[in-house]
T-cell receptor, first 118, second 112 residues
Framework: DTGVSQDPRHKITKRGQNVTFRCDPISEHNRLYWYRQTLGQGPEFLTYFQNEAQLEKSRLLSDRFSAERPKGSFSTLEIQRTEQGDSAMYLC????????????????FGPGTRLTVL | AQSVTQPDIHITVSEGASLELRCNYSYGATPYLFWYVQSPGQGLQLLLKYFSGDTLVQGIKGFEAEFKRSQSSFNLRKPSVHWSDAAEYFCAVGDNGNKLVFGAGTILRVKS
């Protein structure tokens, strides 16, 4: 168990550029979540996957944002035409969701990718 | 919709003193409640969680929290704070295995 990893840890980009972040969850965790955290706020939910299926997207996730988890393992989050308001910490978490209710397992968070849009 | 309120943005306590961080939630059904801690440059670490049963839950690092349904609260406590506890603390409510909704966080400063 090596934990959730995210790459890159920091990204500085110019407004209008596209960026892509990667998240590698804990192996065999079937759920993967993306959150965004801005300064002085708690994380806000963006989207989550069960295996390769994207099950829910927040209204925060505009059309410029897209997330994938093609083989049910790692995930990517792409932001097109970045805006200064996209500057934030992007957090990934994974969880092993059990089959028998009630089951609510812990979400394990990665260190995050800090995005700065100039 | 779920929401979480952490009324205190900053709290400063002396090392060795007791600590209580407040959390109020809004949720229609039985809540799944969590406390996470975030240190600078680190990811979120789970301190403790409540799903059902005993309303006083024990967590890691000597923390505990008490669920009070009548007050919609889930306050975090520690009897004696250590300098290494300085960090930001987040309360969160979960909707049965899906997304977490976090409060805005409380920054804890520890005076020596």
């Amino acid at each position: 168990d090596t934990g959730v990893s995210q790459d890159p840890r920091h990204k500085i980009t110019k407004r209008g550029q596209n960026v892509t972040f990667r998240c590698d969850p804990i192996s065999e965790h079937n759920r993967l979540y993306w959150y965004r955290q801005t300064l002085g706020q708690g994380p806000e939910f963006l989207t989550y996957f069960q295996n390769e299926a994207q099950l829910e997207k927040s209204r925060l996730l505009s059309d410029r944002f897209s997330a994938e988890r093609p083989k049910g393992s790692f995930s990517t989050l792409e932001i097109q035409r970045t805006e200064q308001g996209d500057s934030a910490m992007y957090l990934c978490a994974s969880m092993r969701r059990g089959l028998d209710p009630p089951s609510y397992n812990e979400q394990f968070f990665g260190p995050g990718t800090r995005l700065t849009v100039l | 919709a779920q929401s979480v309120t952490q009324p205190d943005i900053h709290i400063t306590v002396s090392e060795g003193a007791s600590l209580e961080l407040r959390c109020n939630y809004s949720y229609g059904a039985t809540p799944y409640l969590f406390w996470y801690v975030q240190s600078p440059g680190q990811g979120l670490q789970l301190l403790l969680k409540y799903f059902s049963g005993d309303t006083l839950v024990q967590g890691i690092k000597g923390f505990e929290a008490e669920f009070k349904r009548s007050q919609s609260s889930f306050n975090l406590r520690k009897p004696s704070v250590h300098w290494s506890d300085a960090a930001e603390y987040f309360c969160a409510v979960g909707d049965n295995g899906n997304k977490l909704v976090f409060g805005a966080g409380t920054i804890l400063r520890v005076k020596s």
